[in-house]
Every structure is written in C-alpha cells, then in structure tokens.
C-alpha cells in the first residue's frame, strides 16, 4: 500500500516538530526516516498512524484521505522501542491479543487465530516459545514478538518506532540483518525510524534525511551516502572530516595552504572570496610523511595540511589513525586505511605529517545556515 503526506505541520507550544513535510511512500518498500533527536521523524510515524493529529496536511493511505480516520480504522501495525508486551500473557497470548480484541463480526475463528499465530511465531522463529512469559525472554526475543504481535491483525502498512534502540550492538545487528529478511518475504509497506545512520543505510529500501522539522534528502542509500546533498547529510550520514576555508582562483584556501581543485570539480563553479566548507570522509584522506628536512615548513600550498598523528587503532583488516592539525585550531581529523598501507608507510604516533584529499565535496556557507556551525571540528 503506497503512501503519502502532504503539507504536514505539527507544533508542540512554540516548538515546531513539522513544518510542512511532504513525502511519498512506495508500496512494498522499506523507508527509514533518519535524523537526530528532535527533527521530526517520531511525530511524523505517528501521525501516519493515527497517534497523533497534525495542526495542518493531509495523510493519504493508498490515495484516500485518511486524516480523519481512527486508528483502528487504518489497518497499522506498530511496533515500539520497548516492546509493549503484556507482561501477564504468554508469549501466544500477545501475538493473538489483536486478533482477540477485534470486533465479533471480524474476529477470525478460534482455530484460525491459532493457526495464524503459530505461523508468525515460526516466521520469526520463535514458536518454541509460545508458552513462556516476556520476562523469560532475551531483548531481542521480545523485539521479534512485538513484531510478530504487530503482523497478527495483517496490518497494510508496518510502522517502527526506534524498534531496536534498547538492545545492546551485537542483538542490533543480527536483528538488522533479520528484519530486512523478512520484508523480502512479506513485502510489505514500512516505515523505520531511526537515528543509527548505519542501521537505516543497512536496513531500507529508501532513506528520507530530516533535520529540524524539515526533509533535507531522500534517496537509496547508496545516493544519499555518496551524493550527499547538505551540509548537514554529509556531517550526519558517517565519519567526516572538514576544512572551513575560501574559494581561490577555483580551489579552496585554508589559513596555509590550497587543497586542489581536481578533488572537488565543484569548486571551479563558486565565486573567488566564497567562504565554503570541504567535506572528506576518513577513506578520502592520504596520510603524506615529512621529511625530517621539510618538517616545520608550513608555508608550502602544494602539499596539503600540516597536522600531526597522536593515535593508531590498528584493529581488524581496517587501521584508524587520529591526528590534530599544528595549525592554530588545532583541529583533528581521522584516517581510515587498510593495515598493509599503514605498514607501508611506516606511520608512528606522534609523527608530523600531510593530509590531502583524494575527493572531497564543497558548499558554499551561508551565515543562516541551519546545520553550518553544528558540526564541530574537524571530525
């Protein structure tokens, strides 16, 4: 079932929570609604419930208006950051629990509710289960029955609410992988909020950025990861690194140095004197040695930005190393590499070194820029 909202605004006393977000849902997809805390994503799932009431828009389910109608009504299944199981009920009883709530004429039969349920327990294969309490059950356990319990009354559209946040990393992403497992078997229309950018780029079809209230991008997750089109998409979606200089002659100048322009084509299209913010992610970023000869020469353009390496984690296949910059600031950036480079290269704690960008991505800053000054420094 597609869906879509129109003109959404919704405010809490002087606090705008949605100012006029429009978005459409595909059918059969998976959406996650991503963003930090605050931006909007919690009251929008729960205005396409029903849950909450927008001041103003329209909610369309399969194009009908469904504004008005109650929650009951719009055939959705919700699952919650922590579970809602009726502790006093087995773990049966909760996944029937909708069926045995519905109204006489569109109660399934009893042997048909047992049936159903047992099918979704197997589904997510925990119907050896059935008869244990909540409280006998792992966190994750618990998860994949609210799930199960939300499916029961065969919902048009699931929505998730932060559904994993209270587990610990590991149970996360095993129930990651699980999940988008089973909406390839079910394939049914659902809506995933999340502030995990790596659990909305592994999980969804499509991912939807907000930021206070508004939509800052919508795409696949590979288009939002390599074409981030904000500031703030950048910053959010990864580990980042960032310069804050001005466009020279179609580079970017910081205080002692020029990054050049064939790692940000977009650079040459900006007006000499604009004050712009270059985006690098830890991979982009090539670690150059001194020599003992050239260290302390902070005046030469062509090789990149003086900093100085104070940590390396070199664990598993990927080495991480942290630096600060030996310019006033002192901002500090990181380096992803693989461990054979690191040995390579021969790079030591405490060694001063060059950083330039293999690719970095521009925009131009602007002094009411929402997301412009959040981002901190560095990384």
């Known amino acids: 079932m597609s869906i879509e909202v129109r003109g959404i605004h919704k405010q809490f006393g002087n606090f705008v929570a949605l100012d006029d977000v429009s978005l459409a849902f595909p059918g059969g997809q998976l959406t996650a609604l991503l963003g930090p805390s605050g931006c909007g994503k919690t009251t929008l799932l729960r205005i396409i419930a029903g849950l909450e009431t927008a001041d103003r828009g329209t909610v369309l389910l399969e194009g009908e208006d469904a504004s008005s109608t109650h929650v009951r009504e719009r055939q959705v299944g919700f699952v919650f950051q922590h579970y809602a199981l009726f502790r006093h009920l087995s773990v049966f009883e909760n996944v029937a629990f909708g069926l045995r709530v519905k109204p006489r004429k569109q109660r399934p039969a009893e042997a048909e509710i047992r049936k159903r349920v047992h099918t979704l327990l197997e589904l997510v294969q925990l119907d050896w289960l059935a008869d244990h309490l909540p409280a006998q059950l792992s ?20 929505l998730l609410d932060e559904p994993f946040g209270a587990l610990d990393a590991k149970v996360r992403k095993e129930l990651r992988r699980w999940l988008r497992r089973l909406h390839d078997e079910l394939h049914i ?6 502030h ?14 907000m ?6 991008q919508i795409g696949t997750p590979q288009e939002v990861y390599q074409h981030p089109a904000t500031p703030f998409v950048y910053g ?7 310069f804050h200089g001005r466009i020279e002659a179609g580079r970017v100048r910081l205080e002692e140095t020029l990054l050049h322009a064939d790692t940000a084509p977009e650079a040459g299209s900006l007006t000499t004197g604009a004050s712009v913010t270059a985006f690098v992610r830890p991979h982009e970023l090539d670690i150059v040695p ?7 020469n902070e005046a030469n353009d062509a090789i990149g930005v003086a900093a100085r390496i104070t940590r390396i984690l070199g664990f598993g296949a990927l080495a991480r190393i942290e630096l600060v910059g030996r310019s006033a600031d002192a901002q500090h950036f990181e380096v ?22 293999s690719r970095m991505k521009v925009f131009e800053r602007e002094d009411n820029e929402r997301d412009g000054n959040e981002l901190g420094a560095g990384i």
């Open 139 to 158: 966190g994750g356990q618990r998860q994949r029955i609210a799930l199960a319990r939300a499916l029961a009354v065969e919902p048009r559209v699931l």
């Open 189 to 194: 229309t659902s809506i995933f909020v999340t």
């Open 196 to 209: 995990d950018q790596e659990e909305a780029l592994e999980v969804s079809d499509s991912v939807v950025l």
């Open 211 to 216: 930021n206070h209230g508004h939509v800052e």
């Open 236 to 242: 959010f979606l990864g580990a980042v690194n960032y």
């Open 290 to 296: 001194e020599d003992a000869g050239d260290e302390g």
């Open 336 to 357: 992803e590499m693989s461990r054979a480079q690191l040995v390579t290269q021969g790079l030591h704690e405490g060694q001063n070194v060059r950083l330039t960008p």
